[in-house]
């Protein structure tokens, strides 16, 4: 099964995340922050990036231009996890190569619908 | 499939609360003037993770105040509004009352609405002035819908032209088309034109472009989430097939209709569980509901490093358990193995007890991290200028002890504040600094935790207490005491010199609660202070409760423990230092005062080796504030023991804290110095009954 990336420094969003994945067979690799996601990331490949924006240590942001940057990311599903006031983040998302966005508050069926959307 | 939210509250909960400390305390460092620009970001990103957090596990009510909060917060990092004492101060009445809300909705209880309202209204208040922007809304946008669907509308005809690069961003035109195809009846007819030859042909680039028939009943809306994330990556173009003058097209990237995932989800997606679904009046409840459970359980984050210690530790005691199993044979035993033996069995369980000890152990910062904010309100508020020292925050304590010595310390902080550090122009006039500090400073001694509270004030005056306690006939007109014993008449009930009980203070119920309160902790208390330069009010607390460090004393065949944190000192009876009053008590002369002599053997009705006052000796207690010379027959060794309850397993007895079991197994008596006291002014010459245990 597919393997996930999730980003981000809130314990209990990551939890909610890797518990509703693992739940439906996907593969999670938690990181607290973008430095420790690219480093993560870079050791083993995974197959979709979720990750917060607002973080310390590299934003979710910086995250995915770092990620892009990467051969073995080109062309792999990143995912933002922004709020609703949030536009912005999606515009400078995007150009720094984001696939899409999730939009919080987002409830476990939303999330597994939106990966198994990107992961075909 | 559905997944039960509540088991991630009480992390979400540890974390927020974690999340507004870090708040309060980086607001209270920030420099007005010139804020540091990380310390704004970390505020910012802890109201960002409760805003977060509390709209993914349903609380609304707390998400809604935090955002506003976060608003404000993002201004100030992004340097659109200006860092000003009063935005500060508005920000940390938002931490208070997010406290209160997150308090509320773990423990399933309610908090105070309108006050909260209050501190919302303030914080719309800042950001309706100043700042370069318009205040921001404080509700999402409701979706809008896409204007009304022309009359008999046929099908949708959708022109796709993803963008050469739009795979670079990890989106998949075949997954579009795939969800497309999901919405409705279609026809999908590719136009490859574009694609290059074979040798141009660049496997990372977008060629192909489609045209999509759907049903024309299909919501526009729907249609447009589908492209939401490629909208500037690709040409779209939305028309009706039958109406192509009276068109919806829009250009990519320029139409705004598209709503939220949250929003727009559920028509399409029809597993939404309704949690977003919520009225106004719901909310509150709701939120009360999705936080009761996590009430009850009482919990402690340990450090990882404690509980690998302690696997250690026990892995040590089954090698010296399995050794000493070896020597078991009557025949050859190993005398010098045995002792060898038994010695490491001391080491480990010692090592153990004290390990297993630590992971109850918490840092005092816990508790001292609430005294920046209490100082710099109260000393506002009291018109004074106070510096703010702590010492040796890292200091361990037990988690129960920690807990209970919180309102204490607020208590003696407070008096500080109020009663000690003076009002700057007085200090001036005394040559002090304007700015006066109290300093908070823990450190370990011996088995206990000291904790001092300083401050450079006005000190006590102890002509004024003195006079104070005559009036109120605690003291005889002609008694004299010596300083030290004046200073701890404010532990005395009802005591409180301020002329006008200040409300911050002094109702003169202060001082002896506190002094209860460290005596149920199995601490004492006490007060060194200078008129005119200051006090220190100095805490001694056992790290553990469970546990004493006790002096064995025999009275007869009788042990008793006496708590070491009692005794002043033991000496031998100079018997010219007797001094009998008839009918009632002895006394013994020690340096300057008289203290009682209790004999024990009568108040616990034992027979004493020798009632003799020469042939025993007594060990100086101290207990509420008064002195006596407790009458042994000798002086056991020094131990610790571990307190057993007597109220639990017989009941309550005047004079006695406890019980412990002894290696022997006979049960020991643990005296309450305190208790005997005031047993032995009670009923000098009528000994009472005790539980008389017979050695096993």
């Known amino acids: 099964m597919a393997n996930v990336l999730a980003v981000d420094d809130s314990a209990s969003m990551r939890q909610m995340v890797s518990f509703t994945l693992k739940g439906a067979g996907y593969d999670v690799t938690e990181a607290v922050d973008g430095q420790d996601a690219l480093d993560k990331a870079r050791t083993g490949k995974v197959d979709v990036i979720l990750t917060d924006v607002n973080m310390p240590n590299m934003d979710g942001i910086e995250l995915i231009r770092q990620l892009r940057g990467l051969p073995q990311y080109k062309f792999t599903p990143m995912l933002l996890l922004t709020t609703e006031s949030g536009a912005d983040k999606k515009a400078e998302g995007k150009a720094a190569g984001a696939t899409g966005w999730l939009v919080k508050p987002f409830n476990p069926d939303q999330l597994l619908a939106t990966l198994s959307k990107v992961l075909g | 499939m559905s997944i039960d939210i509540a088991q991630f509250h009480q992390v979400f909960f540890e974390e927020s609360f974690e999340g507004l400390e870090i708040m309060e305390s980086s607001l209270l460092d920030l420099e007005i003037g010139q804020p540091d620009s990380e310390a704004i970001n970390t505020i910012f990103r802890a109201a960002h993770s409760i805003k977060g957090g509390s709209g993914t596990f349903g609380f609304s009510a707390i998400g809604e105040f935090t955002h506003v909060l976060e608003t404000l917060l993002d201004e100030m990092r992004n340097g659109t509004r200006d860092v000003t004492r009063e935005a500060v101060d508005v920000l940390l009445l938002a931490v208070d009352s997010l406290r209160e809300m997150l308090s509320a909705a773990r423990d399933g209880a309610d908090f105070d609405a309108n006050a909260v309202a209050e501190v919302h209204a303030k914080l719309e208040r800042q950001l309706a002035l100043g700042g370069d922007q318009a205040p921001a809304a404080t509700a999402p946008a409701a979706p809008t819908e896409s204007a009304a669907q022309p009359a008999g509308a046929g099908d949708w005809i959708i022109a796709f032209a993803p963008h050469p690069n739009l795979f670079a961003t990890g989106n998949d035109p075949v997954r579009i088309l795939r969800e497309l195809r999901a919405l409705g009846r279609s026809e999908i007819e590719a136009d490859l034109s574009q694609l290059p030859d074979y040798a141009e042909f660049d496997p990372e680039t977008s060629y192909a472009r489609w045209t999509v028939t759907l049903d024309g009943s299909v919501e526009e ?358 001094k009998s009053v008839v009918g009632a008590a002895e006394l013994y002369r020690l340096r300057g005062e008289y203290i009682p002599i209790v004999r024990l053997y009568e108040v616990f009705n034992i027979e004493p080796q020798s009632s003799a006052l020469e042939d025993g000796l007594i060990v100086v207690v101290e207990g509420e504030g008064q002195r006596a010379g407790i009458l042994i027959d000798e002086l056991l060794g020094q131990q610790q023991v571990v307190i057993k309850s007597l109220e639990t397993n017989y009941r309550k007895v005047d004079g006695i804290s406890g019980a412990t079991i002894l290696g022997d197994g006979t049960v020991a008596m643990i005296m309450d110095a305190g208790g005997l006291i005031a047993l032995n002014r009670i009923q000098p010459q009528s000994p009472i009954p005790s539980p008389k245990v017979k050695a096993a």
Not at chain 2, 386 to 392: N, W
Not at chain 2, 411 to 438: F, M, Q, S, Y
Not at chain 2, 496 to 504: C, P, R, W
């Open chain 2, 221 to 578: 809306r729907a249609i447009r989430e589908v492209f939401e994330w490629v909208e500037d990556d690709a040409d779209i173009s939305l028309t009706r097939g039958a109406d192509a003058a009276a068109a919806t097209a829009t250009q990519s990237g320029a139409d705004d209709t598209a709503a939220p995932v949250v929003a727009a989800a559920p028509d399409a997606d029809e597993r939404r569980t309704g949690e977003d679904r919520r009225t106004g009046d719901e909310r509150r409840s709701t939120d009360r509901r999705a936080g009761g459970n996590t009430a009850a359980a009482s919990s402690i984050r340990v450090d990882i490093g404690k509980v690998d210690s302690l696997i250690n530790l026990v892995g040590e005691l089954v090698i010296t358990q399995s050794m000493l199993g070896q020597l078991d044979d009557p025949q050859t035993v190993d005398f010098e193995k045995l002792r060898e033996g038994l010695a490491q069995l001391e080491r480990n369980t010692r090592e153990l007890q004290e390990s297993v000890m630590r992971i109850r152990m918490l840092p005092i910062s816990f508790s001292f991290n609430r005294f920046p904010r209490l100082v710099r309100d109260l000393s506002t508020k009291l018109g004074k200028e106070v510096e703010l020292k702590i010492v040796g925050e890292q200091t361990e304590l037990d988690k129960t002890v920690l807990e209970k010595i919180a309102d204490p310390l607020v208590h003696l902080v407070r008096n500080a504040l109020d009663h000690g550090i003076e009002k700057p122009d007085i200090r001036a006039e005394a040559g002090k600094p304007l700015c006066g500090t109290l300093t908070l400073a823990a450190r370990h001694e011996g088995g206990n935790i000291v904790i001092e509270i300083s401050d450079d004030g006005a000190g006590l005056d102890a002509e004024k207490l003195l006079a104070k306690a005559r009036e109120r006939g605690l003291v005889g007109a002609d008694e004299v005491l010596p300083e030290e014993r004046i200073h701890e008449l404010i532990f005395h009930p009802g005591f409180s010199t301020a002329k006008e009980l200040s409300d911050v203070s002094g109702r003169g119920v202060g001082m002896d609660v506190v002094k209860r309160n460290i005596k149920e902790l199995g601490g004492v208390i006490e007060l060194h202070s200078t008129f005119g330069a200051g006090s220190t009010i100095r805490i001694r607390l056992p790290l553990t409760l469970a546990i004493l460090d006790g002096q064995l004393v025999r009275v007869g065949d009788q042990t008793y423990i006496v708590p070491l944190v009692s005794i002043v000192e033991s000496l031998q009876i100079d018997p010219e230092r007797v």
